[in-house]
């Protein structure tokens, strides 16, 4: 059984920054794509990032040019920098892991006080 375990989730002002990290729990063979969703109260989850195995990107038009997602293959660890972050930015984020099947993360709060 594989885990993800999230950090760096937590309270900032807005305009400031957080950087939150996911790492696996062990070596997974095979890893496609990582990434982060993200879940506001009464709203759908919604896709903020998500980066390939080969190191393409893509990103929700709502943090493009704050937000920068990267990984470590070899540690099976994904990061979002989120910089200039907005009260409309709060949500429990989850990152996600793609291989042979989708492997969630538990979740982190992040809330951005105005």
């Known amino acids: 059984q594989v885990q993800l375990v999230e950090s760096g989730g937590g309270l900032v002002q807005a305009g400031g920054s957080l950087r939150l990290s996911c790492a696996a729990s062990?070596?997974?063979?095979?890893?496609?794509?990582m990434g982060w969703y993200r879940q506001a109260p009464g709203k759908q989850r919604e896709l903020v990032a998500g980066?390939?195995?080969?190191?393409?990107?893509n990103y929700a038009d709502s943090v493009k040019g704050r937000f920068t997602i990267s990984r470590d293959n070899a540690k099976n660890t994904v990061y979002l920098q989120m910089n200039s972050l907005k009260p409309e930015d709060t949500a429990v984020y989850y990152c996600?892991?793609?291989?042979?099947?989708?492997?969630w993360g538990q979740g982190t709060q992040v809330t951005v006080s105005s």
């Open positions: 996600y892991l793609v291989a042979s099947v989708v492997h």
């Open positions: 062990r070596n997974i063979f095979s890893v496609n794509a």
């Open positions: 980066i390939t195995s080969g190191g393409s990107t």
